[in-house]
């Protein structure tokens, strides 16, 4: 798949001058997937915590483009509804045996051109797609209201 960002530790995404903590700094905030467009955008808030630093930006969107495939694995009911908005991992999803859950790969090794891009929550859920491209766009000050709110 053709990206224009990086990811990094299973949890930075990395898009020239930004490196940002997608479990630490960030909150999902939700998807969207239009079968029509065959699109899914993801869509994150930078966290309220004090640990934050001030310039980290508002907003990173994620949209996979031409996807063929998505997969949603539900949360584990038995955890906190918290742990929704908090990535566990960055990485790849395989249905070989071998294979338990999200797997992560090193700088140097390349993923199979087979496995789903994935991204697992703290909350046992995991969003899983297979697309020929994804693009990052990462917004460092919220944008204003008509009413300039």
Avoid at 3 to 8: A, L, S, V
Avoid at 100 to 106: F, K
Avoid at 118 to 142: D, H, K, L, N, T
Wanted: with cysteine; charged share 25%.
């Amino acid at each position: 798949m053709r990206r224009d960002f990086e990811i990094t530790n299973a949890i930075y995404l990395v898009q020239s001058p930004h490196e940002l903590d997608l479990h630490n700094n960030f909150d999902f905030q939700g998807l969207h997937y239009s079968v029509e467009e065959r699109t899914l955008l993801l869509r994150w808030r930078r966290s309220k915590g004090e640990w934050v630093a001030s310039g980290t930006p508002a907003f990173v969107c994620v949209e996979f483009r031409e996807v063929s495939e998505f997969r949603f694995q539900p949360r584990d009911a038995g955890l906190p509804i918290t742990e929704d908005d908090c990535v566990s991992a960055f990485g790849y999803w395989t249905d070989e045996d071998w294979a338990d859950g999200v797997i992560v790969v090193e700088p140097s090794q390349t993923p199979d051109p087979k496995w789903l891009t994935a991204i697992s929550f703290m909350s046992g859920a995991v969003i899983a797609v297979q697309a020929v491209s994804a693009y990052a766009r990462i917004e460092v000050q919220p944008l204003l209201s008509p009413s300039g709110q």
